[in-house]
């Protein structure tokens, strides 16, 4: 059975930091790209930053270049995003996901290409 579990969102002030963490369990950690995405409520979800299987490769939506950071152990079949200098924009809540892409270096950005999906974490950064 596959299982994402994310952990690690709350509330925090403008400017602090967070990190989230994404364990995996069930299918080849190592044989997927691992993306995270956020969603606020009323809206589409939206790419935030991807890493390909080996690490070679990240991908980051321009809001969040230079503050976020996602890195991956396959060790531990787990992925996390390092959060830092957090805006109130940045509230919403916060999902992994699975690519079963076939290119190694494969960071996608589209939600519908991703095979699994965590339940979400919330994060909510007040002013």
């Known amino acids: 059975q596959v299982q994402l579990v994310e952990s690690g969102g709350g509330l925090v002030q403008a400017g602090a930091s967070l990190r989230l963490s994404c364990a995996t369990t069930?299918?080849?950690?190592?044989?997927?790209?691992m993306g995270w995405f956020r969603q606020v409520s009323g809206k589409e979800r939206e790419f935030v930053a991807a890493?390909?299987?080996?690490?070679?490769?990240?991908n980051y939506e321009d809001s969040v270049k230079g503050r976020f950071t996602i890195s991956r152990d396959n060790a531990k079949n787990t992925v996390y995003l390092q959060m830092n200098s957090l805006k109130p924009e940045d509230t919403a809540v916060y999902y992994c996901?699975?690519?079963?892409?076939?290119?190694?270096?494969?960071?996608?950005?589209?939600?519908?290409?991703?095979?699994?999906w965590g339940q979400g974490t919330q994060v909510t950064v007040s002013s």
């Open positions: 996901a699975a690519d079963r892409a076939t290119l190694v270096f494969s960071t996608r950005r589209d939600p519908l290409e991703y095979d699994y």
């Open positions: 069930g299918y080849t950690f190592g044989t997927y790209a």
């Open positions: 890493i390909s299987r080996n690490s070679a490769i990240t």
